[in-house]
């Protein structure tokens, strides 16, 4: 079973708010449905929120420890994110991929201390009658805080955990995560020895950028891939491109 993140800096615009990146989107689509159609194996999407979510989540204040409790500023990001789920879903189901939509905000919460819990048996059973859910960063009822921010980072880690997902891939706007030179970090397995170069993101991101991907990623028992656009097919055939996380 395969857990894969389309990044919102990849599938949006992401310094311009609630514009699609339409070619991108139907790139990265058109791998998910080679790889389905070749009989990969199962797979969970989750995509970000790039420009959809992240600016409404900015506006009202809201991150993944300050929340909100206005349910019109709570809509309005959910509503943003899920106008972009349509257009993931509609580009997937062009390709004959049978994909169907799974809501954070309806499903999941946090605990007081920010702990998430999202059950996952509706994406099993959603996997076991031959579908490819989708889920997507939202905001979610949190105790104490009225509703904050989980980023599709953290959703691919609970997934992943829960499902006991045998390989985990990050497509985002960069080839990995690159060093001071520029240059890909084929390996990170300790968050000091890469964290002068881990920043947030150049775009408005409520969730951490780079830094708290790598932070995510480093708590999970499994490995995962960070890598871009240009090497998703490599990643769903079974390569590891880009940045392995240890
Ligand atoms: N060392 C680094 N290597 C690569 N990217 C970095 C680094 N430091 C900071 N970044 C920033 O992190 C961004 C990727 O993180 P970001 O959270 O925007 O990605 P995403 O998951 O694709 O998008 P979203 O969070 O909208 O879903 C890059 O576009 C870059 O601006
Ligand atoms: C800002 C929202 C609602 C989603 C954040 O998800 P991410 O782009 O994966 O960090």
Do not use: Y
């Not at 004959?96 to 809501?103: M, S, Y």
């Not at 947030?200 to 409520?206: E, H, L």
């Not at 932070?215 to 990643?235: P, W």
Request: charge should be negative.
């Amino acid at each position: 079973m395969i857990v894969l993140k389309l990044g919102g800096s990849v599938i949006t615009e992401k310094d311009r708010p609630e514009t699609l990146d339409g070619d991108a989107l139907e790139r990265a689509a058109d791998a998910i449905a080679a790889a389905l159609e070749a009989g990969r194996e199962d797979l969970v999407i989750v995509h970000g929120g790039g420009s959809f979510g992240h600016h409404n989540a900015s506006e009202h204040g809201v991150s993944t420890t300050a929340g909100t409790h206005d349910a019109d500023a709570a809509l309005a990001i959910h509503g943003a994110m899920k106008t972009l789920n349509q257009f993931v879903l509609r580009r997937l189901l062009e390709r004959d991929v049978q994909a169907v939509p799974v809501h954070p905000f309806s499903a999941a919460h946090r605990a007081r201390d920010g702990t998430l819990e999202l059950p996952t048996g509706q994406v099993e059973t959603m996997l076991g009658e031959g579908f490819v859910p989708v889920l997507h960063g939202d905001v979610v009822a949190h105790a104490g805080a009225g509703a904050t921010i989980v980023s599709g980072d953290e959703l691919v880690a609970e997934l992943a955990a829960a499902l006991d997902a045998d390989r985990i891939g990050l497509c985002s706007t960069v080839p990995g995560v690159l060093d001071d030179a520029d240059a890909v970090i084929d390996r990170i397995d300790e968050f000091d020895a890469v964290a002068d170069v881990l920043g947030a993101s150049d775009a408005t991101d409520v969730t951490g950028g780079m830094a708290g991907k790598v932070r995510t990623l480093l708590a999970l028992e499994a490995e995962a891939s960070i890598f871009g656009l240009e090497t998703l097919a490599a990643f769903l055939e079974g390569e590891n491109p880009g940045t392995t996380i240890d």
